[in-house]
């Protein structure tokens, strides 16, 4: 029941980046991936990134190879890097942790942040 708690959010241009950050600690579970979703107003969730606890990640194919995830050493800590934006990649963005395979399913989430708002303008 330890709290996700995500920053970094904010408005940009196309082609800019931003990098959100959360707070992760109490989440070290084996069967566990931590990671981001996001979703828009009248949009169903979408998994966008996961890192296992061997460090293994997993892309949204609209996000590979401009999104890295990542985390720090302690893994108290969870990161976006978000490049090239695009203004369909607007959408509140959250923190979260779930059984492994969630990114495909999001009925396997088991807690998120609050959120942080992201909005790329064309």
């Known amino acids: 029941q330890v709290p996700l708690v995500e920053s970094g959010g904010g408005s940009v241009q196309a082609g800019g980046s931003l990098r959100l950050s959360c707070a992760a600690s109490g989440y070290a579970y084996t069967n566990y991936c931590m990671g981001w979703f996001r979703q828009a107003p009248g949009k169903q969730r979408e998994g966008v990134a996961t890192?296992?606890?061997?460090?293994?990640?997993t892309y949204a194919d609209s996000v590979k190879g401009r999104f890295t995830i990542s985390q720090d050493n302690a893994k108290n800590y969870l990161y976006l890097q978000m490049n090239s934006l695009k203004p369909e990649d607007s959408a509140m963005y959250y923190c979260?942790?779930?059984?492994?395979?969630?990114?495909?399913?999001?009925?396997?989430?088991?807690?998120w942040g609050q959120g942080t708002l992201v909005t790329v303008s064309s």
């Open positions: 979260a942790a779930g059984v492994k395979g969630w990114i495909h399913n999001t009925a396997l989430l088991d807690a």
């Open positions: 890192i296992d606890s061997d460090g293994r990640t």
